[in-house]
């Protein structure tokens, strides 16, 4: 297929900023022919897939400042140990997350939205990147966004899943694999942030994860071939914490979702109005 495709990347409560991306890209007159999410990327991009265009910002906004939000990832320190003791492996319970989606998908199947829509997530026993095309959405999403040691696995038809994010976190190079020749790519705001050795014993899995999505990003953009178009939407100066602040840890804080929509969306706003040019629809 040739057409547009949205990239929508990982990122935890970061994702925040893909709802500016999107607003900005709607008001653009961007309309997706594929659509392409991983762990909170899959969760925006579902709601993209799913709704008509014109709801698309304000459901996503009324979503991440919604109770059900908060409520993901909402326990204090006694409550995530017991339920890692309950569990024993997740620090918290996916019924907030699942609650959350179906209130705004409901009962839909990926094959039957308007959008062509995947997700992808990482699976357990096959050991490999695994693409969601088919079946219900929730179920697909979840499975995308199972955070390791946050979420407990997924499990969809009896295999289990963890977060996309493992093995595909920006997944810009699937979409070319489609046939898109016109790329919009969401990120987060971190993967324009330099990387140092790491200092403190915290940042080592930081850097860790940034080398691993960094590398396979950075392979699929300079490989992406002639006659396809990629636009790498900002998140605005301030939008993501540095990977090694420590508020770049702080994995529950939904309180800056407002700030980090706002600037996404007007740093968004100043890059389309420049580059679309005779591409803008």
Avoid at 45 to 68: F, I, K, M, Q
Avoid at 233 to 257: I, N
């Amino acid at each position: 297929m040739a057409g547009t495709a949205i990239v929508l990347g990982g990122g935890g409560v970061l994702g925040a900023v893909q709802v500016g991306m999107l607003r900005a890209l709607v008001e653009a007159g961007v309309r997706p022919d594929l659509v392409l999410g991983t762990s909170v990327g899959a969760i925006n991009g579902a709601v993209l897939a799913a709704l008509p265009p014109a709801d698309v910002p304000d459901r996503l906004t009324a979503l991440w400042s919604s109770a059900e939000a908060r409520a993901v990832f909402a326990a204090g320190t006694i409550g995530r140990l017991r339920e890692l003791a309950r569990s024993r492996v997740a620090a918290h319970p996916s019924t907030p997350l699942r609650r959350a989606l179906t209130a705004v998908l409901g009962d839909r199947r990926i094959e039957d939205l308007p959008v062509r829509f995947l997700c992808c997530a990482a699976g357990i026993e096959q050991s490999a990147e695994h693409w969601f095309d088919r079946g219900r959405i929730v179920d697909a999403v979840m499975a995308s966004a199972a955070v390791p040691g946050l979420l407990p696995p997924a499990v969809v038809e009896g295999r289990h899943y963890m977060d996309g994010g493992l093995v595909n976190s920006i997944p810009l190079g699937h979409a070319v694999e489609l046939g898109a020749d016109r790329i919009f790519v969401l990120h987060v705001g971190r993967v324009d942030q330099p990387l140092r050795p790491p200092r403190q014993p915290w940042e080592v899995a930081m850097v860790a994860f940034e080398i691993a999505r960094r590398h396979r990003y950075a392979r699929d953009l300079a490989a992406v071939p002639d006659g396809v178009t990629v636009h790498v939407l900002p998140a605005g100066e301030g939008a993501a914490p540095r990977w090694d602040s420590r508020a770049a840890l702080r994995y529950r804080d939904v309180g800056t979702t407002a700030k980090r929509i706002a600037t996404a969306y007007r740093a968004s706003v100043e890059y389309l109005d420049a580059s679309l040019g005779s591409d803008h629809r």
